[in-house]
T-cell receptor, first 112, second 114 residues
């Protein structure tokens, strides 16, 4: 079942922060975050594994709450280059075949 | 590390012909490769999963005789769209992972069937 991402779209000014959420109705083994710019393939951001971990690099970080079956992606002090569509991909806890189901995406627009 | 190369990046073919898309892992052994399709303004949808040396597992609704997947080595998987039709026009993306769970996406192939 497809995870639900929220919000569907968000517009920021450069320097502002944003949070993108990804929720699943199933128990999750892992959550993957990707960013896709128009006309390009998705670019991997990070994987979070069950156990409630938190990861980050630069000013983009994410958390994974296994009990709530949700993950959040945090973008702080946004830059123009952060613009794009963000997808979360989830792997069910029962899966062992790296089968990802992607959410519908969140369109992030960062304006000067 | 975990570089995945996909070719071609764009292809235009005539209706009824076949098109082959390659997905290579350049610096790791891809024990599993995945093929996704993305229609305009939509999310990625998994088409099939292939394990090296085994037959691919197709998702419900994906015609295995139309989308032939071969994963004969730990560094190469191919997707062949047979007898392509305009409705097959889409963005096809592969991804690959190794035993440790590291992997990446290919750069995608935009297929246009005319």
């Amino acid at each position: 079942q497809q995870p639900v991402q929220s919000p569907q779209a968000v517009i920021l000014r450069e320097g502002e922060d944003a949070v993108i959420n990804c929720s699943s109705s199933k128990a999750l083994y892992s959550v993957h975050w990707y960013r896709q710019k128009h006309g390009e393939a998705p670019v991997f951001l990070m994987i979070l594994l069950k156990g409630g971990e938190q990861k980050g690099h630069d000013k983009i970080s994410a958390s994974f709450n296994e009990k709530k079956q949700q993950s959040s992606l945090y973008l702080t002090a946004s830059q123009l280059s952060y613009s794009g569509t963000y997808f979360c991909g989830t792997e069910d806890s029962g899966g062992s075949n790296y089968k990802l189901t992607f959410g519908k995406g969140t369109l992030l627009t960062v304006n000067p | 590390g975990a570089v995945v190369s996909q070719h071609p990046s764009r292809v235009i073919c005539k209706s009824g012909t076949s098109v082959k898309i390659e997905c290579r892992s350049l610096d790791f052994q891809a024990t599993t490769m995945f093929w996704y399709r993305q229609f305009p303004k939509q999310s990625l949808m998994l088409m099939a999963t292939s394990n090296e040396g085994s037959k691919a597992t197709y998702e419900q609704g994906v015609e295995k005789d139309k989308f032939l997947i071969n994963h004969a080595s730990l560094t190469l998987s191919t997707l062949t769209v047979t007898s392509a039709h305009p409705e097959d026009s889409s963005f096809y993306i592969c991804s690959a992972r190794d035993w440790g769970g590291q992997g990446g996406f290919g750069s995608g192939t935009r297929l246009t069937v005319v």
